[in-house]
């Protein structure tokens, strides 16, 4: 069996990038390759109500249930780790490299048209006009902010020409190198 290079890859990237998909697919990649691992989608692990005044996007409960999350994948020969969320800035990124117990992280960041995701995002938030409206919103100011960013190890895909099959590989070939 082939030693990952990377023990965590975290995609990341604005909303409706595809970061989830990315994920599962780069999942299903490494196992069909023999890595042992493990996907984490972190909007689940952040979705509590209500949100604390200082920290809108339940950041701090997002690190609290990786690190529980990948504690357990780890113990049961988990050799990397691929998680799903935004960061946003470095010290983000750290915090959650920390929690998934990772020695060697890759960031990979999706970025795409702004039509294309305007297309996704009104597909998935169609029927609720507070929530589309908010991810429009949402969207070109995420993807300016983690445009800015210089993230360390990090991959930038451009996920409006690739599939997402095509992603997961070259992401999955990078941690295998």
Known sequence: MTRPAYDA?????SVGAGKT???????????????????????WLRRAWPSPRDDPFQFELAVANIRAVARQFRARGAQIIVAAGVVE???????????LEAEHSL???LVLDPDIA?????????ENTNELEWHERRHPELAEILE?????SELVLDSTSLSVTDIAGRIADRVLN
């Not at 800035?89 to 490299?97: A, I």
Request: proline share 4%; aromatic share 8%.
């Open 9 to 13: 890859v975290w995609i990341n990237g």
């Open 118 to 126: 305007l297309a996704r995002l009104r597909f998935r938030h169609g």
């Open 21 to 43: 998909t990315t994920a599962d697919r780069l999942g299903e990649e490494l196992e069909n390759r023999g890595i042992p691992g493990a996907v984490i989608d972190v909007d």
């Open 148 to 152: 800015r960013v210089e993230f360390p």
């Open 89 to 99: 800035t470095t010290e983000q990124f750290d915090r959650c490299v920390g929690a």
């Open 107 to 109: 960031l990979v960041r």
